[in-house]
């Protein structure tokens, strides 16, 4: 029997604690109450200040600071992760044995042994679980898988993906403790990496072989508490990355954030047999599509106008108007909804999560061999 | 002393209905809790299914289907009306007269007469008022205005608008209450003509005369309870209007429903002596300016990203993020609260839209005639 | 029997007589030799330093400054005039009276009636004649000719064109012959008109009624000779124009010479019931089409890369590499001694250079009368 | 003494040697006969068809199918190298052994091994030489280079450049000699790399270390003799190459003829501590540059519209208009011209090409290596 509510705990009250709370509240009007009744039970954040900020400003029924006290209850049927990386694991962990529904940000896990482990408990749990990845869920995004699934590219020659920040160019910001490998496992590669790369699997394949180069451009950064005082950095400011695909593809991504100019700069380029395809997030309500099998002085990317074009029952507003960043969030959670409620795999889960670490893996290995590695 | 909570009541739950009303529940989280305690108190709709819908779906406190229940309360502050044009003169009036602060659909009535009568009563009222004029609040638009009011752009020679649908390209599309001249007042001048005539008026100045061309390509369509029986179209498709403003610039603004390929086209440009500005509301994330005054072989338009970037107290989402159309809702709202809190005068208010009438007023003149009126 | 050579004669070598010698030189290059050879044979300048620049720099085989000397000989067979628009109507008369094909620079005369009587001559004499009008033969506007002829674009609703220039915003810029209606007839309608006119009636057809707004903005501007003394400009700087055509499109144009951040900007688009095009000089290898017909959700502007893919015999460079402005006078003279060469009807013809001149003819007298009048 | 002539001599008149010749009729033009007269001496093919062509199209004096015929001449200045790579060193050597200046299409040679031994000849000979790499002299990136000398874009992190073409995704393309190893010493990278390496080392510095990836998609083709006839391919379609730079910057090129959409696209991307630049081929007119040291809320990538915007003396045609692949050609061979008779260093000459054959040859032993090799 399909369940006719869902009750949410989120745990962490952060910039993403605060977007995830605001996608569920948003869920009813985008998609007219559709896929069920959605109760926003308990928010968590071990600063209390925040949990109850999130209270009121999401309209939780209760907040609390240990997420035990979330996970154990009986009146919460999903958990949304919204820590830091390194806490991820212990979370995630407890609320699979508490038989909660997963969603976890990006990346699943502190490392790949870790990630692991996750999957393994999840599998065996049946809980659905989902990792964020909402760049999927794109109307410009969905539009390319749909068409990658028709043979619209055909066999893949190249997939060329970038995801650019310029936030830490300033040499004065401070080593916070995203800048830190113990919080966070990594640099960039898996700050932005996820989103790219999972983008690459979800279109491309998987990743056969990587060769990588990273750089720390500002080697050491003021303490957050003494400017006058500066701090080593430990993680990696920019990553190249060439990869092989198991399928024969030739594949280049790249992360940075120093990339002068960008603001969230997320671009992919696929060129195959039959077509291409080109996307950039800074424009997120296009996809560019070139069909080579047309005649070819027709030939052209036709720059398809994605806009809120997406499937039902999402209804408002009008498929017309063009979407912003936000309503991927909104649309991802309401994917994870609605696949407990019908039942059904949801998609980018912990299996996916688990090839991502494989690949993180393997390029932090690359670097340190200076060369390649299999995956 | 400052309101320490408004309490709302929507007029009409329609798919603007249902936008506004997204919207309230959205400023909390966009702008952490500012201006104040926003409660939804009450939604009508002559459909009591639509008001019942409304209730559940956007958690007003109770539904009614008769306005005046709604308007004559004394547990509501802020009365919004999203009904058809038609309607809105005797909700407004009402509104006012029972001293509700009036947030209306643009345009705000029928005709130039009615408009003129709600300017006076809201102006006596001491009651905040403004019309849903979203674009407004569209960060490159507020950096439009910012540039204008800096004399970016000094002394303009050529604005240059349009607005373009292609919603009726289809001569199938059925002859809807959209296009019956005593439902709405008029066709496509009436229907997008405010969105692009406030940015204009916004940016550039007042019109002194107008010169315009109507046309209704498609004369007639089917009825939309029976598809063999053809209704006729008294309303016009597209709108060419060319413009002499006060300040001596030239003008031109063009709307049309059937522009085909066109899905939410709003674009402008402005020249002027010391810079130029362009924008397109299909990409709602960037502001071209040119500046003349840089050195010859160094100018260009420059793409500023604007994308989330929201004057304090906007907190979510990081301001690199893109943004979509329904954002500008959610700020055109929180702006009208953040007056009625700090007691300023809305932008733009009724005294706009009266102006705004006096155009389409003019316009419609001026096709009469076929030839130039004074606005 | 098929002329095997032609022999040029050149009136004038300032900038235009300068390209069009050019062009002359390219011919061979860009067509491996067809039409047949060129030689060139004399160019004329009533200045003569001028014109024996022309001699050494193309190679001409004499000059001279009087321009009956060029027509009246027998070893020239086509005269190509590049004189300013004042002097336009002698030289051509005097061209075909002595049977040489003719080339002329637009506008094809001062005004209506000088290009009627020109008409009838040129018709009467059996001579080939064209006029420039270069960007019908820059291959993304000759696509968009092909696309029209298929119906691709269908009932056209809308055509928008605009010729945007910013070489006048300089309020000290010299009172130069050009800004004199008395030696060409008119401002930017006479000047840049030509160009996006010749367009539009090209690809949507002959216009039936005119509403025209000018301004001047710099009402005068210092003499050339002494930059103390201002002199009158009685020329339009900006001209705004409203169009009914024959087949029931509506249009509009704008040409300006003040339109900051402009380079050389002639740009449209059109929209009709199956499809729509757009083009902007600025990006000559592009034209934008929409195929309406397509499923909706696969719809879009597609960006067809026309580059240097003229028909055959074009040769070089490679089609794939990227053409500029100058390439399009190349294939509009390969195209008017193909013409001669072949003996077909150039295009476009003086009938067209009447049809033109009877729209600046319309739009002048539209002016004057503050309202709508008839081609 | 300067010299007030100089006369050419080409070697191969296929498509390169027709671009280059008609180059040299149309710097007269362009420049008003500067840097000095210029003599279409004699043309050289080994197959004398095309050297008879080559005669009457460009209007050499003399035509002969031995390039030592043309390079022993007393009465030519200037050997001009249009042969396959292959063919290069025989006949440079020749020519600077004759004391001619050379201008050589790229790559310089087969290998490295050869193009140092030219070098060492070309300095001890005293004569001038250069390297076809006409993109240094489009207007856009010699807007670029100036913008990198005044330090606009500060410290390097980022070089990202591509140069893709999609010719051969046709498995029935034939094996042609581009195809094969042993003419041409290489695949992609030694076609389309030598352009796109020579951009990257004239705007960024000299590489350190590169790792590379190669891939041939098609591994036969059929013979241009017998389409049923398989015919293995050597060389690779695409290759992947990570850079270190010597000044501490990371690097990324890549070159594919699989690239479906691409016609001519060679795109770079740099950011740095001080702006970003941004170029496309495909849009040869526009450099795009972000300044960073702008306040915030004014930053944007500026799009500066470079046009026919040459140094002078080029006066042909206006600025104002766009430019096209080749007006480059007629920049690069001016400017050789201009150096011989002012006696300068070219640029780029066969030092540059020296250092761009060390990157391809590391690139390949990389390949072989699968890993990081120094340059």
Known sequence: MKPTELRIGVIGYGQMGRIHSYAYRAIPFYYDGQPCKIVLKGICDSNETLAKKGKEQAGFEFHCTDYHELINRNDV????????NKQHYAAVVAALQSRKHVYCEKPLAYDL???????????????KH???AEYRFIPAIMKAKELTGEDFVGKVF??????????YID?????????QKEMIGGGVLVDLGPHILDIMHHLVGEVEEVCALTETFFKERPSPENPKEMLPVDVEDAVLLLFRFRNGALGYAEMSRVATGAEDEMRFEIHGQNGALAFNLMK??????????????????????????????AVMPAPKFTMG????????????????????????????AVHL?????????SVGKKGWVKV
């Open 113 to 127: 042994r870790e990630a692991k482990k996750i999957l393994e408990l999840a599998e065996k749990s049946g809980c």
């Open 77 to 84: 049927d999903v958990i949304d992760i919204c820590t830091p």
């Open 130 to 132: 989902q990792i964020t």
């Open 158 to 167: 190249h997939f060329r993906g970038l995801y650019l920040h310029s936030g």
């Open 284 to 313: 997120p309500n296009e996809l560019l599509a070139f069909n080579a099998r047309e005649p070819r002085d027709r030939q052209g990317f036709k720059v398809i106008t994605t806009v809120q074009k997406y499937p039902p029952p």
């Open 325 to 352: 960043w936000i309503r991927s969030h909104v649309a991802a959670q309401y994917s994870f909804l609605d696949c407990i409620v019908n039942d059904r795999m949801p998609s980018p889960n912990f299996r996916d």
């Open 357 to 365: 670490h494989q690949v993180l893996d393997a390029a932090y290995r």
């Open 171 to 179: 040499p004065k910001r401070p080593r916070e403790w995203r800048l």
